[in-house]
């Protein structure tokens, strides 16, 4: 497991930022936590968000894409693919992977990836930013998101 070199935490006033959060439903457990590691990061940053929920790992590009044409800052796609004994892990994976990057550079917007691709339930808890977890992919994509969409909008305005 990673955890570790992770930066330091920043935050700053994203209140002025429109953001989103893209989820899906399966293994509820798990992206119960990753929800709440979301609004702990929009709690820390002031932000709030619109959270839209789709069936499965599967969906969260095309409705990432749609957020990102109605003009959110940045679109935080929250989702969990554990490894089965059939190829779908691989497929669903790389489909999400290849779909949320396609939303970022189509759309330039920011996409916060919190997508875990476990091998088990137990990586995928620990993952999950519950009590007794390693680490808060919520949060941490949701910064990242932010993080961004503050570097876009600097960019914009011409001051990197």
Known sequence: ????????????????????????SWHTQVMDGLLAGTERALRDFNA????????????????????????YDAVVALGVVVRGGTPHFEYVCSAATDGLTRVALDHTVAVGFGVLTCDNDEQ???????????????????SAAL??????AGLRDGTP
């Not at 497991?1 to 959060?21: I, N």
């Not at 995928?124 to 949701?142: H, I, N, P, V, W």
């Open 124 to 142: 995928a808890l620990d993952r999950a930013g519950l009590e007794g977890s390693k680490e808060d992919k919520g949060y941490e994509a949701t």
């Open 147 to 152: 993080l961004t969409a503050r570097t876009l």
């Open 48 to 71: 709030t968000a619109t959270t839209v929920r789709v069936p499965g790992t599967f969906e969260l590009p095309v409705v990432a894409a749609a957020l990102a044409q109605q003009g």
């Open 1 to 24: 497991m990673a955890g570790h070199g992770a930066p330091d935490a920043e935050t700053f006033d994203a209140s002025g930022l429109r953001v989103a959060v893209v989820a899906a």
